[in-house]
């Protein structure tokens, strides 16, 4: 959807590499979440952020940090990928973190660790 | 924690089928959320539903939530290869976190 990129689309790397996603957003919404999709699991919530330097933790956050210094800016960093984080991610904005809308989704980054 | 459990899986339907994905919780959903995801896509929002027993429609999709806000489900009418995905649902849980059902993924025979 337009207002909400991500990068690298597709990444492959070695074991015990960090690694840093990042999702861009030009929305200016408050809430940005990163959820990983793996085929039997779904979509699983990872990491969320409810404004600048406001981040919590979501269900299957080991293994995983993440930063928003900007609005517009939210990554995600693997400090020393395992073949386990294999996996296709995608990040999602939301305008006010309320229930009356839905969520837009990025593009999705493949990453394969290797 | 809150679940939302989505029947069937996996669906395959000859071309001009009917279908139904069904979404059901063990306690009372505040409101429910339905997504689409193309193969090789990302989910794309679709709609959603607040009020017990309420039905929306778009389309060839019917949209219901029950009588006791614990079930939701997605009628497609005479299916088309358009259709072809899967299809999620969600709802917010307790901590204000909204979880997604594992999908269900329709097929279309041609």
């Known amino acids: 959807d337009a207002g909400i990129t991500q990068s690298p689309r597709h990444k492959v790397t070695e074991t015990g590499t960090p690694v840093t996603l990042r999702c861009h957003q030009t929305?200016?919404?408050?809430?940005m979440y990163w959820y990983r999709q793996d085929p039997g699991h779904g979509l699983r919530l990872i990491h969320y952020?409810?404004?600048?330097?406001?981040?919590d933790k979501g269900e299957v956050s080991d293994g995983y940090s993440v930063s928003r210094s900007k609005t517009e800016d939210f990554l995600l960093t693997l400090e020393s990928a395992t073949s386990s984080q294999t996996s296709v991610y995608f990040c999602a904005i939301s305008d006010g973190g309320d229930r009356d809308y839905g969520y837009t989704f990025g593009s999705g980054t493949r990453l394969t660790v290797v | 924690g809150q679940q939302v459990m989505q029947i069937p899986q996996y669906q395959h339907v000859q071309e001009g089928e009917d279908f139904t994905t069904y979404c059901n919780s063990s306690?009372?959903?505040?409101?429910i959320q339905w997504y689409k995801q193309r193969p090789g896509g990302h989910p794309v929002f679709l709609i959603q539903l607040v009020k017990s027993g309420e039905v929306k429609k778009q389309k060839r999709l019917t949209f219901q939530f029950g009588e006791a806000k614990k079930n939701s489900s997605l009628h497609i009418t005479a299916t088309q290869t358009t259709d072809v995905g899967t299809y999620f649902c969600a709802a917010w849980n307790r901590d204000d976190k909204i979880i997604f059902g594992k999908g269900t993924r329709l097929h279309i025979l041609p």
């Open positions: 306690t009372t959903l505040s409101n």
């Open positions: 929305e200016n919404h408050r809430y």
């Open positions: 952020s409810y404004g600048v330097k406001d981040t």
